[in-house]
């Protein structure tokens, strides 16, 4: 039986997964920054902050395989004065001296959890795929690209197995940040100046990472890779907002306005980063997970977002 450590397993994708990999009959151990009362799912280690002398014996001890999501994470409104420092910090060095410990404890695999942010912001009629050159625009994704070059380097060194996924935009029952307040909107039913908007973005469901990492365990031919990941079904910011209103059982209220003058109105307000995440592009190419690893969704958009509504009472209440 494999044994996966879940750093990160406190978060929104850590708890998922941690609940996952038990039920598919994973021996798990959770290693969390703190002690977490009430964790019932499996074994949990406490192993404190993340940085270049965090000690993850206790951890990595006996165990197979690592899922590394434990990560500083990119915020919309940042607090630190030297970002690029405080991500680094945890996302490099953290991430350096844990495939490090893992390689002396005996670990075979290391997954890491990366960002689509490393490919860019976003994209222009081509999806992006996993061998296009990196493009990162800010300090969170910067860090996680030299994270997976150092990463590299160590596992050429070591023989650690490497492998590296960069997810889009990750919704499910605990999502928190922007899809959340969005589904706020819908359900004061406020009218959303978004029916002009004729993008493209990929999403992903918390579902079909959960089955694409328990696809990336195993198999030899997913060792020294990069994945990206996804629902493989885009939308629009309009579809996107149509249907998470059907799944909570309400109606759009999308109004039109020029997609020029909601950029302008962003750059007045303070809020261009927002307006461009609404009306810009983001897709990926999953074509080379489904020739490589025969892995494809197990889940559509739909019943996905009727699945986080019916799990997540705040999308009710």
């Known amino acids: 039986m494999n044994s996966v450590v879940v750093t990160g397993a406190g978060g929104f994708i850590g708890q998922h997964l941690c609940h996952y990999l038990v039920s598919q009959g994973y021996k798990v151990r959770a290693a969390m920054r703190c002690h977490c009362r009430g964790w019932e799912v499996c074994d949990q280690v406490e192993v404190g902050n993340i940085d270049s002398d965090t000690d993850w ?64 912001e976003r994209t222009h ?14 300090p969170y994704g910067q ?47 406020l009218p959303l100046p978004l029916a002009s908007v004729s993008n493209r973005r990929s999403l992903l469901s918390i579902d079909n990472l959960l089955d694409f990492l328990r696809c990336c365990i195993d198999p030899p031919a997913a060792a020294g890779d990069v994945f990206l990941v996804a629902d493989g079904n885009d939308l629009s910011t309009p579809q996107l907002i149509r249907k998470l209103a059907t799944a909570m059982g309400l109606s759009a209220r999308l109004i039109h306005m020029p997609v020029g003058l909601l950029r302008f109105a962003g750059r007045m307000t303070g809020r261009s980063a927002i307006i461009e995440r609404l009306t810009d592009d983001l897709q990926v190419d999953i074509e080379k997970n489904k020739k490589l690893l025969g892995w494809k969704p197990v889940i559509d958009v739909d019943s996905a977002l009727a699945a986080m509504v019916n799990d997540d009472p705040r999308f009710r209440s």
């Open 57 to 120: 014996h206790a951890a990595l001890n006996g165990m197979d395989t690592v899922i590394h999501l434990a990560a500083r994470v990119h915020v919309m409104q940042e607090s630190e004065a030297d970002s690029v420092n405080a991500f680094r910090q945890v996302n490099v060095d953290g991430s350096c001296a844990l495939a490090r410990q893992a390689a002396v404890a005996g670990v075979r695999r290391l997954i890491y959890i990366s960002s689509i942010k490393v490919n860019g």
């Open 125 to 138: 009629g081509t999806p992006f795929r996993a061998d296009a050159a990196a493009m990162p625009e800010d």
């Open 143 to 189: 860090s996680k690209w030299e994270a997976e070059q150092a990463l590299k380097e160590i596992a050429q060194k070591t023989g650690l197995e490497l492998v590296i996924i960069r997810p889009v935009l990750i919704y499910g029952s605990g999502v928190k940040g922007n899809l959340l307040r969005l589904t706020g909107l819908i359900r004061r039913g």
